[in-house]
Nanobody
Framework: QVHLVESGGGFVQAGGSLRLSCAAS????????MGWYRQAPGNQRELVAE???????AYANSAKGRFTISSDNAKDTVHLQMSSLKPEDTAVYYC???????????????WGQGTQVTVSS
């Protein structure tokens, strides 16, 4: 079993910054990809940013230039530095990890419990 523990959400005024962190634990052989998604009320869950094990990153257009994703492979942790936050960034942010076990090529997806980010205007 894999557990993803998120931290760093909260309340911030527009233009402010927050840093989200997600730590993975469990009998993980390899983390192939970690990312952040968000879901606002009434909306579908959407990708914010992700980072592959090799370091390649991808961002939603809404996040480009404002958010930075980084990983600490030694600690199985991913961070999302969010700057110039806007009210439309308000959502529950979820961490996702795609992992492998025991050297197998099979990959499994896990989600964190989510952390609320609220940006006031």
């Amino acid at each position: 079993q894999v557990h993803l523990v998120e931290s760093g959400g909260g309340f911030v005024q527009a233009g402010g910054s927050l840093r989200l962190s997600c730590a993975a634990s469990g009998n993980i052989f390899r983390i192939n990809n970690m990312g952040w998604y968000r879901q606002a009320p009434g909306n579908q869950r959407e990708l914010v940013a992700e980072v592959a094990s090799g370091g390649d990153t991808a961002y939603a257009n809404s996040a480009k230039g404002r958010f930075t994703i980084s990983s600490d492979n030694a600690k199985d942790t991913v961070h999302l530095q969010m700057s110039s936050l806007k009210p439309e960034d308000t959502a529950v942010y979820y961490c996702k990890a795609i992992v492998s076990f025991g050297g197998s090529t099979s990959m499994y997806q896990y989600w964190g419990q989510g952390t609320q980010v609220t940006v006031s205007s």
